[in-house]
């Protein structure tokens, strides 16, 4: 799971760089207050309860077709959603149907749909 999140943490900084922070989902817009400042637009890549598939001989697990979903949180003193929806459309169009590689540039999973 962690080379999934270093992935697609490099994929969405490498193909949209309006994103000024990404990191794994820990419910941290639910409780802006208590922490430390952090530059927005913001993605949480929130990988949630994974189905985990047998042991194998090697002892590793599988896990087939799993979600993974990207909390997009952007600061806007604006009353118009357009901005935050257009930086949102944008993430979109940075990370959809890429895949996602390791740092030795090997594909792990799928294409990001």
Same mark, same amino acid.
């Given at each position: 799971?962690?080379?999934h ?6 994929l969405?900084?490498q ?16 409780? @802006?207050?208590? !922490? ?5 637009? #913001? ?5 949630? %309860?994974? *189905?985990? &598939? ?21 600061y ?7 901005? @935050?929806?257009? !930086? ?5 169009? #940075? ?5 996602? %590689?390791? *740092?030795? &540039? ?8």
């Open positions: 799971m962690i080379a999140f270093e992935a697609l943490k490099t969405i900084k193909r949209y760089t309006a994103v000024k922070t990404v990191d794994i989902y820990n419910r941290q817009y639910q409780r @802006t207050e208590k !922490l430390k400042a952090i530059q927005y637009p #913001a993605v949480y890549i929130d990988f949630g %309860k994974i *189905n985990w &598939n047998g042991n194998h001989s090697d002892g590793s697990q599988t896990a087939n077709n799993h979600t993974i979903v990207l909390h997009f949180v952007n806007d003193v604006d009353d118009s959603p357009v901005p @935050t929806l257009t !930086l949102a459309e944008g993430l979109h169009t #940075a990370i959809k149907n890429k895949k996602l %590689k390791d *740092n030795t &540039n090997q594909t792990i999973g799928s294409n990001v749909t």
